[in-house]
T-cell receptor, first 116, second 107 residues
Framework: GAVVSQHPSWVICKSGTSVKIECRSL??????MFWYRQFPKQSLMLMAT?????????EQGVEKDKFLINHASLTLSTLTVTSAHPEDSSFYIC????????????FGPGTRLTVL | GQSLEQPSEVTAVEGAIVQINCTYQ??????LSWYQQHDGGAPTFLSY????GLEETGRFSSFLSRSDSYGYLLLQELQMKDSASYFC????????FGKGTRLHILP
């Protein structure tokens, strides 16, 4: 089956620093990648959709200057949380979709971000 | 916009059958998916219904009625390991998740 990895799996940083999270599709080409955020005991909230080689489309209420998304290749997308603050602490999950799996998204294992 | 409704919590006994309902309102719709998520883990795909009817995969079945904008997940022969959160999700150009149903299983 299709595998998606994320790195790091967890990160702790100081307030004001920036954190980069990588999402990779390991055995398929991901034409579209999605970034979700999940707070404890809540649902997954879609943050943005990124297509390879083009700018990401952000959901309403998500600050594009704070959450920078880059999808430079068909196997890699990155999410950078800039000037992180404690309220950004959350579980960030990416998912990927390829041309042969149009109706299915494959999720990464998630990255737990804690901002002190 | 899109909205999905599902119960916040359901409790059932080990070995029993439980049904988790989901109603949705969407502007676009390809199908309805169900995901399972254990505490601390990422969601895992359970099923996808694009057409009306029942899809069975082992102990899990999923049903869709497009005309009623309704679906459900049926879990049979419940096991303790099935204790988790279950999310219905509308599949369009992206996947939008419902708020999730926490399933508690009693021995």
């Amino acid at each position: 089956g299709a595998v998606v990895s994320q790195h790091p799996s967890w990160v702790i940083c100081k307030s004001g620093t920036s954190v980069k999270i990588e999402c990779r599709s390991l055995d398929f080409q991901a034409t579209t990648m999605f970034w979700y955020r999940q707070f404890p005991k809540q649902s997954l909230m879609l943050m943005a959709t990124s297509n390879e080689g083009s700018k990401a489309t952000y959901e309403q209420g998500v600050e594009k200057d704070k959450f920078l998304i880059n999808h430079a290749s068909l196997t890699l997308s990155t999410l950078t949380v800039t000037s992180a603050h404690p309220e950004d602490s959350s579980f960030y999950i990416c998912s990927a979709r390829g041309q042969t799996y149009y109706n299915e998204q494959f999720f990464g294992p998630g990255t737990r971000l804690t901002v002190l | 916009g899109q909205s999905l409704e599902q119960p916040s919590e359901v409790t059932a006994v080990e070995g029993a059958i439980v049904q988790i309902n989901c109603t949705y309102q969407t502007s676009g719709f390809y199908g309805l998916s169900w995901y399972q998520q254990h505490d601390g883990g990422a969601p895992t795909f359970l099923s996808y219904n694009a057409l009306d009817g029942l899809e069975e995969t082992g102990r899990f079945s999923s049903f869709l009625s497009r005309s009623d904008s309704y679906g459900y997940l049926l879990l049979q022969e419940l096991q303790m390991k099935d204790s988790a959160s279950y999310f219905c999700a509308v599949v369009d150009d992206k996947i939008i998740f419902g708020k999730g149903t926490r399933l508690h299983i009693l021995p």
